[in-house]
């Protein structure tokens, strides 16, 4: 009968341990997707639109317009507060990392090929937030202007194509750095007033 | 005896004009020293540095350039301090800071651009229009020595234009001008000193 009582012990012990595992794991996986993407798409609506994407052509943004897939997300949704507003940034960041297309040769990439979006997040007030991998600073080296335009062309991209947008903040590896490539102020998110006089 | 007499004329030709080129090199010298000493105190700020490399050879060649319109702004009797006098990383954070701890007369950032000089000038409220004016002079000062096409117009709000108080242009030099070209680097920063108004007690 003792035995009977210790066995029923350990099993209460042992599974009270893989229940706080296991909510652990779930609260990790929770937080690494929060900051970033939809990973999954959920239904099977999907729609094709418009693009206008700003990229830097002399000391100028040029636009390209480009056809994008928009999946589990209402084209239209101008709630910041949805996915939906979420996938159609997340969309338009994953064109901009590609770089140009239409205008290649003529126009730059924003950030060195190879740039991956960590996170990604739109707060109340139309503050996107975008976490890049550091490699985004890597490659050619920006003078002020070059520095500018890149910023200006997230901004602009976003600013167009997803309702709502104000201002555009820049992480990198998930950490705010006072600047960017040495000329900006990236403490400061990137909205209208910040544009030339 | 053609050639001779070209000969002749040659050598009494290339003494007047030397002694020219040097008397206006030295009119130049002191024209630049009276613009120089209008300034009090100045800071100069070499961009990047350390780990921080910027294009290449820029920072570098802006430390060079540092130096150089240091010791002039120093004959003058100008105070000076630079941001940094090594190869070492300042975050731009601690220049701003250390320009309005100081509060100069002038601030001068250096850096290089890919194509064309630019001068950004600082958008504090009571530095602004003296920041604006010197701006201006040192742009139409550049066009006239390099052309209009290598200078840019553009105005971008820099970290540094637009946390320090104190009047003040950050110059971008484009970076296919060879600063180790003693000449150029002259045209350049007679062109940057030029453009600060001499003083009235300076003025003749």
Known sequence: MRVLWIFLALALIAASLAAGVYKGRMRSVEQRTLPGLPSAVEGNDWEVVNARLFFPKGDALAAEERRITLRGASANSANLADTAALARAGAVMDELLRGPILLSGLAEPLVPSGTTLKGLFIDADGTVYIDLDRSALSGAPKDATGEYLSVQGFYESLKQNVGGVRAVKFLIDGKELDTLWGHLDAGRPVADEYDEE | ?204
Do not use: W
């Open chain 2, 1 to 204: 005896m053609k050639k001779l007499f070209a000969c002749l004329i040659i050598l009494l030709i290339l003494p007047a004009a030397c002694f020219a080129n040097a008397a206006h090199a030295s009119e130049g010298d002191g024209d630049l020293k009276r613009h120089a000493a209008s300034v009090g105190e100045i800071v100069i700020d070499p961009g990047h540095g350390g780990f921080d490399s910027g294009l290449p050879g820029e920072k570098e060649s802006v430390l060079v350039l540092a130096g150089k319109l240091k010791d002039i702004f120093r004959e003058a009797g100008t105070k000076v301090a630079l941001t940094r006098d090594a190869n070492r990383y300042v975050s731009l954070q601690e220049r701003a800071s250390r320009v309005n701890n100081e509060m100069p007369d002038l601030y001068i950032g250096l850096h290089r651009s890919r194509t064309k000089f630019s001068v950004f000038s600082v958008m504090e409220d009571s530095a602004r229009a003296d920041s604006e004016a010197i701006r201006d002079r040192m742009l139409a000062g550049l066009a006239v020595a390099f052309g209009e096409d290598a200078v840019s117009m553009r105005q971008v709000p820099l970290y540094m234009t637009e946390h320090i108080h104190a009047p003040g242009v950050l110059v971008e030099i484009p970076a296919n001008i060879d600063l180790d070209d003693e000449t150029v680097s002259a045209s350049i920063i007679t062109k940057l000193l030029q453009a600060l108004e001499p003083s009235p007690e300076n003025r003749h």
